[in-house]
């Protein structure tokens, strides 16, 4: 499978938890947004450890994570992708 022009690494299959997609729809966010800013290397609100790990994790096969605070009240929604690229999860911190 290609993967699409501006994208960095493939996203395997694109699982999501029901709290995750409730939180969205009752933020009025769309999921997709969320997981192309994750696809084109846009991490978000991680700290500078995780910046670095997701960097080297394009290269050298790693997990990679992206948060996002953007649900009422500061509350993040993680992008997880498995170092396998086998899996793309968009979550709640709490479903980890």
Excluded: C, Q
């Excluded at 939180?23 to 670095?52: C, E, Q, Y």
């Excluded at 996002?68 to 999860?89: C, F, M, N, Q």
């Amino acid at each position: 499978m290609n993967t699409p022009i501006g994208v960095l690494f493939p996203a395997g299959a694109l699982v999501a938890t029901p709290a995750a997609l409730d939180a969205l729809a009752k933020a009025g966010i769309d999921p997709s947004t969320l997981l192309m800013k994750h696809f084109v290397g846009n991490w978000g609100d991680v700290d500078r450890h995780d910046r670095r790990a997701n960097e080297a994790a394009l290269v050298d096969g790693g997990r990679l994570l992206s948060v996002y605070k953007v649900l009422p009240g500061g509350a993040a929604v993680w992008i997880i992708t498995e170092a396998d690229r086998s899996a793309t999860t968009v979550l709640l911190p709490d479903d980890y």
